[in-house]
């Protein structure tokens, strides 16, 4: 890190620096003769001086730290950690949060050592004494500092009766609560609310109602609301549970009904939020997901219908509907009433004369010599989504190239499988083009996909003119759908996004998702370009969009093997 890293280097210095690394060494090594003042001036030292980054810093010292507090500190860890929290803040803000936290984070893995325990008990009283003078400001330490103090020593009603009157006698509980009460009052009104709950749940004050409740949802410090409202009791949790419902935060509302067995208060939360679940996943595309979690209940599952028919996902429905026997549901709705999917952007639409599916080697060939007298392609690629944890993402399956009128969807996996070197040569021909302007949304994340999944070939390594249509319009949000209705005025159904790409073949829907994908990129670029004239900014727009314009020379050629 710095200091520590120099001490167990060899090599010319002077002495002097040679033995303050020793002092150091020594000090963290041995602390029964080392006053907390001197530790927390060396801990000063060593920060100081690191050559490493802070949050690096820190995190070295914090381990050193672990260590040293093992190292027989007098009277024991604990009472030596309060000893040295007392002298923290003299260092300023600057060191006075970070270090405290240091020191009690340390603890934590000391309290299950059976030789410390009794040095725990004892440092109890001291912490108490040290949390009352933080809040009579004699000590001066963050909030969140005192919150941890509580948490690290347990700090209970008799230790902090302990601290006021020396007495643990049910009077001076009683006393010790009501001072307590007064330190609540404060931080509620300086809006220190979750020091404030953090007192009033560790010793049980009862001093606030629903109004600090409602205070606290309003202000979205739910944590600390639904703290607060678990402490008060039913009344609260139905409350805040209600809250929630208002506000459509139905996982929220779902975990404090489950928790708190409110099921007969709350009978419709646990399927209202089920349904809100199903339909974010639709929304995302992810159909499958959303059918097991649908786990076979009717109403979800026709629930599940009426959204892919709301999409326009019209085998999902008939999918759905053969599955589990729903036709007569499907005839039950109301067409009138189901989303109409001429709301999204469509091939039609642009006029896109043709969808070239490419799979064979002289197919790839006549299409490179297609896109290669184009002047401007939209490009992407999908791949079949993988939802297991920490898992390897799936193969790159298809890659679409498109100008305006004409997408080429090329099929990957077959096409590397019967002839990897024409692959890798027709696409090095079109990827590193200087006369083919390459758009793509967020393509350097399909880039490097494109690069795991088929390492040995050279030509998504490298290329030429390429612009990220994400970058040149960095203000418009909802990814490309966003962009599209920004532009062209109609958004992309996304809805077979995470489609299963490694079928065949793929569905007439999924060519045309694909297809439109990278068509429209080059719609919304002619679109972008041909709104400008009228602004007598034609130039300045070419300058823009070239300013984003990047390209990538791999001059290290490799054979390839395969």
């Known amino acids: 890190m710095g200091r520590f890293e120099e001490v167990t280097q060899e090599g010319p210095g002077t002495n002097q620096h040679n033995d303050e690394r020793s002092i150091c060494l020594h000090a963290f090594s041995d602390l029964s003769h080392v006053p907390p003042a001197t530790f927390i001036c060396l801990l ?61 984070a340390s603890l934590k893995h000391l309290k299950s050592v059976e030789s410390v325990q009794k040095d725990f008990f004892e440092a109890k009283y001291l912490a108490a004494q040290l949390v009352l003078d933080i809040l009579d400001s004699v000590v001066s330490h963050e909030n969140r500092i005192l919150v941890k103090l509580l948490e690290t020593f347990e700090i209970g009603l008799r230790d902090m009766a302990h601290a ?43 001093c606030c109602d629903e109004s600090f409740l409602i205070k606290l949802i309003e202000s979205n410090q739910l944590d600390i609301a639904e703290e607060f409202a678990t ?25 404090l009904v489950k928790e708190h067995d409110l099921t007969e208060e709350f009978p419709d939360v646990s399927y209202l939020y089920k349904e809100s679940l199903v339909k974010k996943l639709a929304e995302k595309g992810c159909w499958d997901i959303a059918e097991a979690r649908a786990k076979k209940e009717t109403k979800l599952v026709e629930y599940l219908v009426y959204l892919a028919m709301e999409a326009g996902y019209m085998e999902k429905v008939d999918e759905l509907c053969q599955r589990y026997s729903l036709e007569g549901y499907v005839d039950s709705l109301v067409p009138e009433k189901v989303f109409c ?101 967020d393509i350097q994340c399909d880039l490097h996909q494109l690069a795991q999944s088929y390492g040995e070939l050279e030509c998504f390594q490298s290329y030429e003119m390429l612009l990220d249509m994400q970058k040149l319009f960095k203000g418009v949000t909802g990814g490309l759908s966003g962009l599209s209705k920004e532009i062209l005025g109609a958004g992309l159904n996304k809805t077979r996004r995470n489609s299963n790409w490694e079928q065949r073949p793929l569905s007439q829907k999924q060519k045309e998702y694909a297809a439109l994908d990278a068509v429209v990129l080059v719609h919304i670029f002619h679109e972008h370009i041909r709104r ?30 395969f």
Not at 168 to 194: G, I, P, W
Not at 398 to 421: G, M, N, R, T, W
């Open 231 to 255: 402490f008060m009791g039913k009344e609260m949790i139905s409350l805040i549970i209600q809250k929630f419902l208002d506000m459509k935060m139905l996982k929220s509302a779902n975990k």
């Open 341 to 441: 999917g001429s709301d999204y952007l469509d091939l039609k639409k642009l006029d896109v004369q043709e969808i070239v599916w490419v799979d064979e080697i002289n197919g790839l060939l006549n299409a490179t010599s297609c896109i290669e007298v184009c002047k401007i392609i939209g490009m992407d690629c999908e791949w079949r989504p993988n939802f297991e944890k920490n898992s390897k993402p799936s193969k790159v399956s298809i890659i679409q190239i498109a100008s305006d009128k004409v997408a080429f969807i090329f099929d990957l996996i077959k096409l590397y499988e019967d002839d990897p070197k024409v692959l890798d040569s027709c696409f090095r021909r079109i990827m590193c083009s200087s006369n083919i302007l390459k758009l793509g949304f």
């Open 164 to 206: 006021l009157y020396g007495s643990e006698l049910d009077d001076d509980l009683v006393k010790a609560r009501k001072h307590l009460r007064q330190y609540v009052k404060c931080f509620t009104e300086s809006e220190s609310n979750a020091t404030a709950v953090a007192l009033i749940t560790r010793f049980s004050i009862q």
């Open 532 to 561: 400008q004239p009228q602004f007598g900014v034609s130039e300045g727009c070419k300058a823009e969009w070239k300013s984003h314009v990047v390209s990538r020379v791999n001059n290290a050629r490799r054979p390839l093997r």
């Open 44 to 104: 000063k030292d060593c920060y100081v001086y690191g050559t490493n980054k802070a949050t690096s810093k820190f995190k070295i010292l914090l381990q050193l730290v672990k260590v040293a507090l093992h190292n027989a500190p007098q009277p024991g860890p604990f009472t030596y950690a309060v000893q040295c929290m007392y002298i923290v803040p003299l260092l300023g803000k600057t060191y006075s949060e970070g270090f405290s936290h240091m020191l009690t």
